[in-house]
């Protein structure tokens, strides 16, 4: 059963990250950076993303990473509106992810293929499509969370005016320290601070795009 649930995630756990980190690869060379291209990651390849560590962590834990894709924000006309614009586009590239999966979904479960139950063909990918929906929300919101290395951290100072933004570079010095603590101490205490910061957004969106009959697929 183990084996199978690695085989049921893998696909759509590669698509999200790649279509993820190729989002801001191609925002960033939309925008005047070249670097993701010129490195050879401006592509839909997922070889190309995967952090072998990150993705052994996700598979073990629950929680990994893939390789970022360089940025470099020197290159763009207007660096800060322009870093914020690429910082957004990996999170919305994951909502839009699930939309299609939501579609998709709620298309299987009109024609009656949505019975978890069975182990036809049509209703793997039914449970494929649904952790597609769940996986991609928790990457869009998760990535939004203003802590530095996610994406919401350059977001935020993209936002706040100039004066703030330096002030706010040296906090998020200590965000991958802070991040990391409140993911460990959620893993192995069962706090629930993170589904209790993000988890009405996935059941929110995935009522929105999937309909009622996500509910099973939430936690």
Known sequence: MRLEYYLLITP???FAFTIH???????AYKKGDNTAKLA???TLNPLAHVDI??????YLYGFGWAKPV?????????????EMVVSFAGPLSNLLSALVY?????????????????????????VMVAFGIRLNLV??????????????????????????????????RVGPIVLMAVIFMDFLLGTGILWGLFGWFVQLFGYIFAGPEFAHFIR
């Open 139 to 172: 990457l869009a919101v998760f990535n939004l969370i203003p802590i530095s290395p996610l994406d919401g951290s350059h977001i935020l100072e993209g936002l706040v005016p100039l004066k703030y933004a330096h002030q706010l570079q040296k906090f998020q």
């Open 53 to 58: 560590l990150g993705m052994i962590l996700l």
């Open 70 to 82: 360089p940025v470099n924000p020197y290159n763009f006309r207007n660096p800060r509106k322009d």
């Open 102 to 126: 939501g579609i998709i979904f709620r298309i299987l479960v009109g024609n009656g293929l949505g019975n978890i139950s069975e182990t036809s063909l049509a209703n793997i990918i039914f």
């Open 21 to 27: 980190e190729y989002a801001h690869g191609l925002a």
């Open 12 to 14: 759509p756990l590669f």
């Open 40 to 42: 050879g990651r401006l």
